[in-house]
């Protein structure tokens, strides 16, 4: 019991399973619709495609908050283009996109001169310094997630299953598309800057998929996969602790392994039923 | 509701926090790299337990800490880092630690550090004589923590060694001719060597203070030119990074280059020559003076 609790003793821990809880739930909340309808490849690209806007912002000297929702925008609004001007599929755009918004990430972090207020830390938080005001900012975010999902629900259900009968419903699908684009954009601009850009990928899509292993209605989907989650940054924590493994990595693979257990275990238990397809 | 569990499962476990940390009467020093280690060790002696965060052969600038690191930190009487930018990737996790209470000295800024672009470079730990100053500060430290000891004697006692040391590197680069006295580096990490020893740096590979930005292919073209221009006969790439571009700008040059690395970020393997401060900076010296002597 001692091994489970020794680790927690300190306040940067806490710190850090506290931030790292409420990112792993608005993760949850995103990431499985992500991983409903099959955008994992978007929300890679989104995390590496938000680099070039906080590099601007920090050379500039503007919010980097700011920064970022521009840089998803300017990334969001290419993908559509290329979806909408051209036959291919979507994943060409968001490919495009990706490679094009990080070169330019690069671009900007080389041509920074000197080690005055390291980029590179700005850039990429780390979960182990999570402050006091990161985890405002984290409680805002998986608030504002966890309202829109709650209000947008049945938009996204309809949007994730259906979307040509959308119109027919009278619900709005591209209205629909461009919030659940937004709330994604909010989850990962507003959580990879504190906990770090893998433990945000980890979580977005780790904690989801695994839910989806398990359970079928959308609603449990996503609160197994905030347990899931939550369950991922703790376990991370005591791992790191003990094993002196680098804090965010770590929580990062634990739902990924995770995931594999699941399916492991599911196949054999179901050996003589179908195997284990994601819903959608 | 997990918030709420996960609320009441800390105050319980705050709650039984403490006493061991109490029982735990000896000094702990944290240092954040291989080299500052070192320079601790020479200080404390025997009488404090000294522990080094980033792993010796890895990168100061991008290495990331483990939870048992950060506890470490929040544990030590002291921690000693490098500062100016030098430690990129735990900046964020010194900085809360320091808020949280943890007594954290950054050498480089009180060693009269070299300004570059809008900041300052951090390598100063290739200049013995600002190394023996760090020396002195850690010493003043210890004493504020504990007077019962007397450190500043054994930073005395390093500080000869030091002055020593950068005697001897003297007489080993006196076989570079004074034309010859020109480096090409792989990152800004030479500019305190190049000061102090009287070296010009006409280019590096790497653009930018930090180790993890990319060249452009103009600068690399540039550089390839100056090299040519000046006859410089080797690159010096580091052992904590591959040298990959180092060698393809070497390859480019008409004349023969050689790439050789040096120990910039880390302390070299136990054993090797350059497992101490001391050892590093006299390797360093013979590797620049056969390479360019």
Redesign the interface.
Known sequence: MEWL??????????????GG??AA?ALALVGTWVVIRGMSFLGDALVHGVVPGIALAILLDFNVMIGAVLAAVVMLAGINLVHRQTTFSEDTGIGLLFVGMLGVG?IL?????????????IL???V????IGDIRVLVLVAGVILVVSVLLYRHFLVLAFNEQKAQLFGFRPRFAQAALLGLITLGIVGSFQTVGTLLVLGLLVGPPATAALIVRRVPIMMVTA??IG?MSVVAG?II???????????MAVVPIVLFFVVLTIKNLAGRAGRPATAPG | M??II?AL??L???A???D??ATDHGLTVVATTTVIGDLVRNVVGPDVTVEVLVPIGADP??Y????????QI?RASLVVANG???E??????????E??GANVLEIAPLLDPIP???????HVWLDPGRMAEAARVVAEEMARIDASIDWSSRAEVYAIELDITHREIESILQVVPQDSKKLVANHDSLGYFAAVYGFEIVGTVI????T?????SSELAKLVGVIEEEGIRAIFAETTETSVVAASVAAEVSHQVEVVDLYTGSLGQPGSAADTLIGMLLTNAELIAGALG
Do not use: M
């Open positions: 609790t020794e680790p927690f003793e300190f306040a940067f821990q806490q710190r850090a399973l506290i809880s409420l739930i690069v972090i080389s041509r920074t001169p000197s080690y005055s207020g390291s980029l590179t830390a990429f938080g780390d182990l310094g999570v402050t905030a347990v939550v924590l790191s602790y003990h094993f002196d493994t680098a804090g965010s990595a770590t | 997990i918030l996960g499962s800390l319980v476990l705050t039984c926090g403490d061991e940390i600038h991008d990331q800490a483990s939870s048992r690191q950060v506890a929040n100016l930018g030098l990129e990737a735990l900046l964020d996790v010194l900085q809360a630690a808020r949280d570059v672009g809008s900041g300052f470079d951090p653009p930018g203070g930090s993890l930005g990319a060249p452009s």
